[in-house]
């Protein structure tokens, strides 16, 4: 059975840092692509980071480039996203989705397979 389980996210100050893991177990990591998605209260589901299965790693919004980096360690089946510098607009539930996709994304009904989302506040 596939599973993907987010864990990491928690209550920062804004400036802080945080690094999201997504743990995905009943399949292999290194035949899927990786996205990392946000959703703030009110808003749509966006997406933030992806590592696709074609080795080039990408960065959705214009937020994310400079503070937020993507890494997958197959080895451990896991995908991270490392988050620094952080605002109080990236408040957000955040879900990682796999997807057959080669290349990344920001199409969320390409991504089956989805976390449960972990929650992460920005707030002094």
């Known amino acids: 059975q596939l599973r993907l389980v987010e864990s990491g996210g928690g209550l920062v100050q804004p400036g802080g840092s945080l690094r999201l893991s997504c743990a995905v177990s009943?399949?292999?990591?290194?035949?899927?692509?990786v996205g990392w998605f946000r959703q703030a209260p009110g808003k749509e589901r966006e997406g933030v980071s992806c590592?696709?299965?074609?080795?080039?790693?990408?960065n959705y919004v214009d937020v994310a480039e400079g503070r937020f980096t993507i890494s997958r360690d197959n080895a451990k089946n896991t995908v991270y996203l490392q988050m620094n510098s952080l605002k109080p607009e990236d408040t957000a539930v955040y879900y990682c989705?796999?997807?057959?996709?080669?290349?990344?994304?920001?199409?969320?009904?390409?991504?089956?397979?989805w976390g449960q989302g972990t929650q992460v506040t920005v707030s002094s």
């Open positions: 989705g796999a997807s057959w996709i080669y290349t990344c994304s920001e199409r969320r009904d390409f991504f089956g397979y």
């Open positions: 009943g399949f292999t990591l290194d035949r899927y692509t």
């Open positions: 590592a696709s299965r074609s080795g080039i790693n990408e």
